[in-house]
């Protein structure tokens, strides 16, 4: 496959995940709308849907250089498909989500919110949409990031896969501004360490607390969780 087939390919496949992600994102609104988190979004503004647009190109740019990289043997995929692929599902998200707390605590800092990362949290009501609402160097950010991972750590390429699944997912909900989990997922012994969209959305209100992406792990290590979001749900 030439470069140029790929780029195509990566373009379409990102643009029909941003696609699917707003669609699903949408139908979690309409189900689940008795179960509000804060107020309703604003009217959509212009700026939003081009920044949204802008973040599914640049994510099909990052794709491409991981194309070109594992063409050029930086990046190594393998083949398996049994336990192992299941075990590099859990180390990519656990790393993942380690390196990406981190990261966001560092574009909390005064000296990169306003330039970076307060973009995302110009619009503290979220929508499906509001997940590719980032700033372009925020973009490339999180991709470079996954890019050294799966430079470092040798993924098979099933895991690959199921981790950006997972990974669109839980973005999705995250910003679906409504809690499709029932009142007692927090308390659930390890799932409840998975994040709901009560905690993202909470994040989302008060900036300094729940930086975590797929879990609340790393926010109850190091002591950013926000201390009501164990029983925020309990009023659904």
Not at 108 to 128: A, D, E, I, M, N
Not at 148 to 169: E, F
Request: proline share 5%; with cysteine; hydrophobic share 50%.
């Amino acid at each position: 496959m030439s470069i140029e087939q790929a780029a195509f390919w990566l373009v379409v496949q990102n643009f029909l995940q941003f696609a699917i992600c707003i669609a699903v994102g949408q139908l979690f609104v309409i189900q689940f709308q008795k179960y509000p988190i804060g107020d309703r979004p604003l009217a959509l503004e212009r700026r939003e849907v081009l920044l949204a647009l802008t973040c599914v190109f640049l994510n099909s740019v990052v794709a491409v250089m991981g194309w070109l990289m594992w063409k050029h043997g930086i990046i190594q995929i393998h083949n398996d498909v049994g336990w192992s692929a299941m075990v590099d599902v859990v180390v990519l998200l656990l790393l993942m989500d380690f390196l990406m707390y981190v990261t966001h605590r560092i574009c909390h800092h005064k000296l990169f919110f306003s330039w970076v990362h307060g973009t995302h949290h110009l619009y503290s009501r979220p929508r499906p949409l509001s997940l590719f609402v980032l700033n372009p160097l925020e973009v490339f950010g999180f991709g470079f990031l996954w890019l050294l991972v799966l430079s470092l750590y040798h993924s098979s390429w099933l895991a690959i896969v199921v981790y950006l699944l997972l990974n669109a997912a839980w973005g999705t909900i995250g910003h679906i501004g409504v809690e499709p989990m029932p009142r007692s997922w927090p308390k659930i012994p390890i799932l409840g360490r998975l994040s709901t969209s009560t905690f993202h959305a909470q994040h989302h209100q008060l900036q300094n607390k729940n930086f975590g992406f797929y879990t609340d792990v790393w926010d109850r290590l190091f002591g950013t969780v926000h201390p009501p979001y164990r029983d925020s749900l309990d009023s659904k």
